[in-house]
């Protein structure tokens, strides 16, 4: 693991010690979890889960694996970064302003990764597998290819496959179609590019060199602001039966807003406007997405 070895230094300054109570241990967890990606996830699925037609104890089972699947790759996350954040004066994360303890954390990704496991077998076989082998994409970015131009590469996997997890806990396990599974994996790599861009100065003077670094700011605006585009592309013409008026007004209003973000000045890249832009076109793809399952529906 890329981290200081000296835990016991480092995890918590003298002014904290051993009078971290439960609640603050447990506040300070949640922050170093990713909360806010991994709610986002967790939502998501709960609404693609009912839009697929699963019943509220399926919705449940699904939600609850997914919900602990995130919970493991944020803490693994934080936890293998812990020597860079400290290096940048990540302030903002437990680990690093020593608010929370090493061996906490790394504790807490196994423990969620272990409930995992059940849960996501709770939904079936074959989409308990599926979202495992999501849950091990995700591990193997945070792990290994973080740092390498195959970055992108979890993401796709992981996201590609979640329609798959679902609509394989329905009865007859079936497959989705291969354009749901395509617009899934455009959606989540758009994302990616979007996600480094706040960070991506202090990753590369980290050495995260993953393609979005290696592409820099403007190229990873321009990556993002695309594949969140041909989401949108792909799931408005691969949905069946002919493209709606309001899925063309959205296809309109993405594509505008990705010409927006690509076409713009240079010093447009150092502002907030393309990473808000870009927010709107994931929003909008993340709305499709649920749509595009109720097609999926039985019955």
Known sequence: MPVTTDEGAHARPASVGFGITERSTFLCLLKASHPLPAAAVTALTALLAAAVGLGPGACARAVAAVAAGQLSIGWCNDRLDLARDRAAGRRDKPLAAGTLRPTTVGAAACVALLACIPLSLACGFRAGWVHLGCVAAAWTYNLWLKQTIASWLPYAVAFGLLPAF?????????????????????????????NVLPDIEEDVAGGVLGLPQRLGRRGSIAMAAILAFASCAVMTVGSPGPVSTGGGVLLGVTLMLCLLTVGGPPALARG??????IMAMAVVDAALLVLAGRTLAPG
Do not use: D, E, I, M
């Open 166 to 194: 679902l609509t394989l806990a329905l009865p007859g396990s079936p497959w989705p179609p291969p354009w749901l599974t395509a617009a899934a994996a455009l959606l989540a790599v758009g994302a990616h590019f979007a």
């Open 272 to 277: 907030r406007l393309p990473f808000v832009a």
